[in-house]
């Protein structure tokens, strides 16, 4: 993880952010309920949200997404650790796509990034 990279976008990570959650807010606007404090509608084209997803379409990693209503960039990404990797494939049956974060996984990025657990 290039930890410059990712830093800058610390403080905008939302931690409770899914990527199915992003996918219906930002590319689905306007066709979907979200409407309470968790997921406000979006307004704008100007509006994007920052969060944490693991990648296991290859080798398990952790990547930084950015989505707005043009899509989605990778901002930032880093390999999981082999041990925690096959602990993380185990526990969603060996799905292969973009999964939310697992609290071993959190904690692994926070530590990574120099960050205390929320």
């Known amino acids: 993880m290039d ?15 899914i990527h199915e959650d992003a996918v219906t807010m930002y590319l689905e606007w306007g066709n979907n309920n979200f409407k309470d404090t968790l997921r406000p509608p979006v307004t704008s084209s100007k509006e994007y949200s920052i969060y944490f997803v693991v990648d296991t379409w290859g080798e398990p990693k952790v990547v930084l997404n950015k989505m707005n209503n043009y899509g989605s960039a990778s901002l930032c990404e880093k390999k999981l650790p082999p041990d925690m990797a096959a602990r993380y494939m185990k526990e ?5 796509g973009i999964h939310e974060l697992s609290d071993e996984v959190k904690a692994w990025v926070m530590k990574e ?3 205390e657990q929320a």
Do not use: F
Request: with cysteine; hydrophobic share 45%; aromatic share 8%.
């Open 113 to 115: 990034m120099g960050m």
């Open 3 to 17: 930890e410059n990279a990712c830093r800058q976008w610390l403080d905008e990570v939302n931690w409770d952010m």
């Open 92 to 96: 969603i049956g060996g799905l292969r």
